[in-house]
Nanobody, 119 residues
């Protein structure tokens, strides 16, 4: 069982920045898909940024240019740098690792970290 632990959420003013981290209990070096998702109140969970071994990094249109996905293989940790935050970025952010396939070879989620953007 792979465990993922997110951290870094909190309350930030519009225009501010946060960096989320996700510590993974196993090596991420060869994992197929590493991603960040979010779920705002009353809404479905949505993709924010996803790294795929075969396709690079993709971002949701509304975060492009503001959010940056990164990874540290030595620490088995993935990050989401969030800049120029907007109130509409308020959500619980979840980290995910998954394998290719349908259904995925593996599919694990963290517990989520809450981000609130408000003045």
């Amino acid at each position: 069982q792979v465990q993922l632990v997110e951290a870094g959420g909190g309350l930030v003013k519009p225009g501010g920045s946060l960096r989320l981290s996700c510590a993974v209990s196993e090596t991420i070096f060869n994992m197929d898909i590493l991603g960040w998702y979010r779920q705002a109140p009353g809404k479905e969970r949505e993709m924010v940024a996803v790294f795929s071994r075969n396709g690079g990094t993709n971002y949701a249109d509304d975060v492009k240019g503001r959010f940056t996905f990164s990874r540290d293989n030595a620490k088995n940790t993935v990050y989401l740098q969030m800049d120029s935050l907007k109130p509409e970025d308020t959500a619980v952010y979840y980290c995910n690792v998954a394998g290719y396939g349908n259904p995925p070879k593996y599919d694990y989620w963290g517990q989520g970290t809450r981000v609130t953007v408000s003045s």
